[in-house]
């Protein structure tokens, strides 16, 4: 059987798109709010500070813009198929169309990195600032509740993990909170949103205003520190860090997973997929600024970057909205990638690749409630265990693939459908070579990922000769689940697969 073999036809998944059950409640503004809600979480809060301190230096805002702009190119291609396809299940289900069923699955994977494993990491990120919070109101939490029980060696990542008593358990019950909100309906899941996004964006523009008087201009000098070796700081270091950071964009994605869920999809994903970029890039790049130029960038390798600056701020009120502000944002960060990824299984489950539960709707709610809480016990048991460093270059790294699928994608329904009707096109146009249709916008979109991807995989490589071969072993095992995975059940039990083999039978 080809590689390329069993595709859905754009009259298939428009057809699904219009029986799946759930409810269409979401306007331009609540899909917005949900792009910015999942995108302003770890990478600002948590991310920026690791970023700055062992790749960048203060040439980490130059990071965040290098990300955003390849974030830009797939933006925009995620907008045109989103106005052409609207459906749910994301960067899966336009994989589907173009590339078939096998590399559809492999998409669904990548971005079971980007939506499930992220979330861990946002939980690590709340688990350390409501810790923090709290010891203000002189209650301190046992450390062995709050950190995982693997972490890096006393020497860095690169230097191997070590075994711990200690387990997140404030992390662990917080995905399960947000789980159950998700029961409940995802109209009223982004009500509450909403208002958190508001606290959470106030504080951040608060953070930037009063910070911007106590910026230190020495800790902007060098703002590219010299290189101290491949991929550490110098412009190299900027790619590196911008690499790591990458997947706090993923937000904008998000959108893209409620196409089913919204009023009127062809102009509103759109809408919510560019505007909530835009928004979370102009917030990045103050904060990361204000940072770099507050706190001197080597003692930013904590897991709470912001509530160091506020310590050097010294400004009592500030540093108390800020770490509420990171509890509760972290909290709606949770919520919309948890969302994300029960929706992108609720489609593969209709599509016959993932057991039933995880496309089974509740009476009442219309939610997938089965699917949800056993993503949501897997997220809670694997933050329990998983510190950030593990889980954020191999998300970075399934975020970048993904993304490079869906600006191909672009590329090849022009070819196949070019008179499709598109609410959206990518801008910049394209050229033609030998009679195919090649995109600009695309076309650097999958470069950029590729800028993206590289580092990691250098890093990677490199670490297994510093003795630390977790990051590859990680990685080949996770490929490993997910081939035995589509081959073990998802071929066996693919709705597509059924129905060609009817058709070929005599």
């Known amino acids: ?156 990542y690169s230097k191997g993990i070590i075994v711990t008593d200690s387990i997140d358990l404030i992390g662990a019950i917080s995905v399960l909170i947000g789980s159950v909100a998700l029961f409940f309906g995802v109209s009223e ?17 608060l953070f930037v205003g009063i910070g911007f008087f106590y910026i230190n201009p020495v800790n902007l000098t060098p703002f590219i520190p010299e290189s101290t070796g491949p991929m550490n700081f110098g412009i190299t270091g900027i790619f590196r860090a911008a690499s790591t950071i990458f997947f706090a964009y993923i937000g904008f994605e998000a959108v893209s997973t409620a196409a089913s869920e919204a009023k009127n999809p062809q102009k509103d994903i759109p809408f919510g997929i560019i505007t909530s970029l835009i928004i979370s890039t102009l917030i990045y790049v103050g904060v990361a600024f204000v940072l770099v130029g507050v706190v001197p960038y080597k003692l930013l390798n904590v897991s709470d970057p912001l509530a160091i600056a506020t310590t050097y701020i010294n400004v009592p009120f500030l540093t108390w909205s800020l770490k509420i502000s990171a509890v509760v944002g972290l909290c709606s960060v949770m919520l919309v990638l948890l969302y994300g990824q029960t929706r992108i299984f609720f489609i593969m489950a209709k599509d016959g690749l993932l057991p039933p539960a995880f496309c089974k709707l509740h009476p009442k709610y219309q939610t997938p409630w089965r699917g949800t809480f056993i993503l949501g016990v897997c997220v809670s048991i694997a933050t329990a265990f998983l510190p950030i460093d593990i889980v954020s270059d191999l998300v970075s790294l399934g975020t970048s693939t993904a993304f490079g699928i869906v600006c191909f994608t672009v590329i090849w329904q ?22 195919i249709w090649i995109g600009i916008t695309p076309l650097l979109g999958i470069i950029c990922c590729l800028a993206m991807i590289i580092p990691l995989l250098i890093d990677m490589v490199a670490s297994i000769f510093h003795n630390n071969p977790i990051p590859i072993i990680l990685l080949l095992s996770y490929a490993i689940v997910g081939f035995l995975g589509y081959y073990c059940y998802g071929r066996k039990h693919s709705v597509l697969g059924q129905q060609t083999n009817l058709i070929d039978k005599p």
């Open 1 to 156: 059987m080809s590689l390329f073999s069993k595709r859905k036809s754009l009259e298939q998944i428009t057809k699904e798109a219009n029986s799946h059950g759930l409810r269409r409640c979401l306007g331009p503004w609540q899909l917005t709010t949900i792009g910015v809600g999942a995108t302003i979480g770890a990478g600002i809060f948590v991310m920026t500070g690791t970023a700055a301190a062992n790749y960048a230096g203060p040439s980490v805002v130059l990071s965040f813009i290098v990300a955003a702009i390849a974030c830009l190119f797939t933006a925009f291609s995620y907008g045109e198929l989103s106005s052409t396809i609207p459906v749910a299940g994301s960067a899966y289900s336009y994989a589907y169309t173009s590339l078939g069923e096998k590399f559809a699955w492999a998409v669904g994977w990548l971005l079971l990195l980007e939506y499930g494993v992220t979330a861990i990491s946002v939980a690590s990120g709340f688990s350390s600032y409501s810790v923090s919070l709290l010891q203000n109101f002189h209650i301190n939490i046992p450390d062995f509740l709050h950190h995982s029980m693997f972490q890096p060696a006393p020497e860095g």
């Open 189 to 205: 899941s982004t009500t509450i949103n909403a208002i958190v996004i508001t606290l959470k964006v106030g504080i951040l523009l």
């Open 414 to 435: 022009r070819n196949a459908h070019p008179d499709l009707p598109r609410p959206f096109k990518v801008p910049l146009g394209g050229f033609k070579i030998k009679g």
